[in-house]
């Protein structure tokens, strides 16, 4: 993978020794030069013990007259990390927490299926901070995994892109899409047939 793979950054990763390690930062050594990075407690407990070699995804922070390093298990929750800090009012600080409390797979569908409840159960995360996080993400998500169960694939991808082109949002153009195509009566529709008709009601259901 190359470390300009979707964004350029000026310290992709760093590979070395953990020297040291608490609940939320790491020490690691590279040829006798230490970095400390600041992480969540998800990406702590996933590192080898001291003295073991690791490699942690890294994001430089630079405001002002500070400067840190932030790490991260996976290029997943370093690009939430960096959605999350884009949210007005969620800084670094608060991205950090919200990390250590939810798995970014999970932290995903929550923000995918803008599921407030879930996120809003999050230690330290209030309701009107979800519903910020919400509306600010929405559809702006940097993650783009082609395995995530948001995105389409198959013979309904044109007809996502045509609803989409539409104006209706991807990702519950997805869910009714997806939903049509288990509908036994249109499966059993020739494919022409079965395009019309999952067009006509996609079309119905998300203009209700």
């Given at each position: ?126 309701k009107k901070t979800a519903q910020k996080i919400l509306l600010q993400l929405r559809g702006k998500l940097s993650w783009d995994d082609p395995g995530s169960p948001s995105k389409a694939s198959g013979p309904d991808a044109e007809w996502v892109e045509s609803l ?45």
């Open positions: 993978m190359s470390c300009t793979y979707r964004r350029p950054y000026l310290i992709n990763s760093i590979r070395g020794t953990v020297s040291e390690k608490g609940a939320t930062w790491v020490c690691i050594d590279n040829h006798g030069m230490e970095y400390l990075l600041t992480a969540s407690s998800i990406t702590i407990s996933a590192l080898p013990p001291i003295g073991s070699e690791a490699r942690v995804f890294s994001w430089l922070y630079h405001k002002e007259d500070m400067m840190a390093l932030y790490g991260f298990s996976s290029e997943k929750e370093r690009f939430l990390f960096q959605d999350l800090i884009s949210v007005s009012g969620v800084g670094p600080k608060g991205a950090i927490k919200i990390l250590s409390a939810v798995r970014a797979d999970q932290l995903i569908l929550y923000l995918e299926e803008e599921n407030l409840d879930g996120l809003s159960s999050l230690p330290g995360l209030g989409t082109a539409m104006g209706f949002d991807k990702r519950k153009v997805i869910t009714v899409v997806k939903g049509l195509m288990k509908n036994e009566e249109i499966a059993a529709l020739s494919s022409e047939k079965k395009e019309q008709e999952i067009l006509r009601r996609a079309i119905i259901e998300l203009s209700s």
